[in-house]
């Protein structure tokens, strides 16, 4: 695979990383770009004319129409957090540079705080990612395949039948020439047609031709408008079959950074967000230098989430 494009693309350096964004006023000010990119906005009324006043030294922008007070972290996936911006981009800084994902205990390290605090940060920034994929749908060519995630996690049983194994569906869209564009991976309740089609209706623009193995649930796609377009090979499986190539190489870089970065975790509680923030990185592989940015984009746009709908989310987006 030529992945060098990708390889040796500039990351945002460490020292131009701390030069921008190194002091509480910097990140403020960009937070406060991300977050109103035309200026501020009132979160009541819609109003632009504002005052800033500052309480408790804190910063409240208020609307001179309503009066409202809204702070800059409020309404963010921020809220709530005591922790100072400057940790927060720096936990941005550390998941959107890192090559192949980086756990809540290399966070925990890095960013000096409590494990706890570490992956409720890591898993709302997720969050942000995963909200963002959802967005997109895939069109145009499709290649599918069945996967399982987990299932080897230490102490449950391994392998089929293990109680902590997650079915989910991997599809990757192509361009005409044959590249691979996005990824989209999402779990589900398991290969029947009823899964499928909902799958398919959520996920792809109806259209779409979807290239699989032959698995019989995925013929559900037609129920939502896309053709389902068979490669069957007896006694071959679709990581021998070159017309898989680009569903291998995805599902082989997941394995790589989920064995390489993450612990063992609840995979039916949190694989879709650990598999939607891979999705995150893996569709904005050609753009290291801007995800930072993008990043903080998604984090200020995405709705607060309390810890504890982040710890029991199931499928929280
Ligand atoms: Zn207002």
């Not at 109680?163 to 869209?173: C, D, G, L």
């Not at 005409?176 to 589900?188: F, N, Y």
């Not at 013929?219 to 006694?235: E, Y």
Request: hydrophobic fraction near 40%; include cysteine.
């Amino acid at each position: 695979m030529a992945m060098n494009r990708i390889q040796f693309q500039p990351g945002l350096s460490m020292p131009e990383f701390f030069q921008r964004f190194g002091t509480e006023a910097q990140c403020e000010a960009a937070l406060e770009a991300a977050r109103w990119p035309e200026g501020f906005r009132c979160p009541r009324c819609g109003g632009a004319a504002h005052c800033v006043v500052q309480s408790r030294g804190r910063k409240l922008y208020q609307c001179n129409a309503c009066r409202h007070q809204s702070s800059l972290i409020a309404g963010t996936v921020f809220q709530g957090s005591k922790l100072a911006l400057t940790a927060w981009f720096l936990a941005i800084y550390l998941i959107s540079q890192a090559k192949t994902g980086l756990s809540a205990l290399a966070l925990k390290r890095q960013l000096g705080v409590s494990y706890p605090s570490a992956w409720l940060i890591h898993h709302k920034l997720m969050q942000a990612m995963a909200e963002r994929e959802q967005a997109y749908l895939l069109e145009g060519q499709v290649q599918v395949d069945d996967a399982y995630l987990g299932g080897e996690r230490s102490g449950g049983k391994a392998g089929r039948g293990s109680e902590n194994k997650v079915p989910f569906v991997a599809a990757v869209s192509l361009s005409e020439e044959g590249h691979p564009l996005r990824t989209k991976l999402t779990p589900v309740a398991g290969f029947s047609l009823r899964a499928i089609a909902q799958w398919a209706s959520a996920s792809l623009v109806p259209g779409s031709t979807v290239l699989s193995d032959g698995l019989a649930c995925f013929g559900a796609v037609t129920q939502a408008g896309c053709r389902h377009q068979p490669t069957v090979v007896a006694g071959r499986k679709p990581k021998d079959l070159p017309e898989f190539e680009w569903i291998n190489t995805v599902l082989g870089n997941l394995k790589t950074t989920l064995t390489g970065a993450y612990h063992a975790f609840d995979f039916r509680k949190y694989a879709h967000r650990y598999l939607a923030a891979f999705a995150y990185r893996f569709n904005r592989r050609f753009n290291l230098r801007t995800l930072h940015h993008r990043l903080l984009v998604a984090a200020a746009n995405c709705s607060p989430h309390p810890a504890r709908m982040i710890r029991m989310a199931d499928d929280g987006c």
